[in-house]
């Protein structure tokens, strides 16, 4: 089956400090990964999506990039944070017209 | 924008109660309509989807009923249980024909069922 795995579930970063959250998957061959954000008591909002090693589309300007070095590995980074930047960041993927699935996100705090 | 959202943010019902959730979209256009479930500190889990060929899809304890005509959706769940209380999020995508971007979803707010034993 497929496993979504993200690191680390928390964390605690100073305003203009750089973030780098990685997601890797298993189970599964060339998915689409999917990185969303959702603000506190929101719904989940779309960043960026990747078809495949090295393709990312960004969904929404920010602060963020997003980067795919390998078939399972989807990374999104941040060179300067904000606190704006504060939120449960989820991936996701899905793969054949399958429903998204979704791994159980990193909570960032940016102080 | 499109948007997708909630009519009602909480909802609150007893144990064997049937819940029912609901959500209108904006967007005539989406094809394909999905249901989560996240519970604290977790991401959200699938629970159905529905095509828009379609108005009415069961699972286990589950039904999504689409009405294309007033671009509502709704979830019911029978015999609601302690485990059902959540928070419930509906999406919605246009997807086409032969489409793979199931992925690219708009979120509604979501809706927080609590069941009450």
């Known amino acids: 089956s497929q496993t979504i795995h993200q690191w680390p579930a928390t964390l605690v970063q100073p305003v203009g400090s750089p973030l780098s959250l990685e997601c890797t998957v298993e189970g599964t061959s060339n998915p689409n990964l999917y990185w969303y954000r959702q603000a506190a008591g929101r719904g989940l909002q779309l960043l960026f999506y990747s078809v495949g090693i090295g393709q990312i589309s960004s969904e929404v300007p920010q602060n963020l990039s997003a980067s795919r070095p390998q078939d399972r590995q989807f990374i999104l980074s941040s060179k300067k944070l904000l606190l704006s930047d504060s939120g449960f960041y989820l991936c996701?993927?899905?793969?054949?017209?399958?429903?998204?699935?979704f791994g159980n996100g990193t909570r960032l705090t940016v102080t | 924008g499109e948007n997708v959202g909630l009519h009602l943010p909480t909802l609150s019902v007893q144990e064997g109660d049937n819940s029912i959730i609901n959500c209108a979209y904006s967007?005539?256009?989406?094809?394909?309509f999905i249901w989560y479930k996240q519970e604290s500190g977790k991401g959200p889990q699938f629970i159905i989807d529905i095509r828009s060929n379609m108005d009415k899809r069961q699972g286990q304890r589950v039904t999504v009923l689409l009405n294309k005509t007033v671009k509502h959706l709704s979830l019911q769940i029978a015999a609601t249980q302690p485990g059902d209380s959540a928070v419930y999020f509906c999406?919605?995508?246009?997807?086409?024909?032969?489409?793979?971007?199931?992925?690219?979803?708009?979120f509604g707010q979501g809706t927080i069922l609590t069941v009450h034993p």
């Open positions: 999406a919605e995508n246009r997807v086409g024909a032969g489409g793979t971007s199931y992925g690219k979803l708009t």
């Open positions: 996701a993927l899905d793969r054949d017209g399958s429903p998204l699935h």
């Open positions: 967007n005539s256009a989406s094809d394909y």
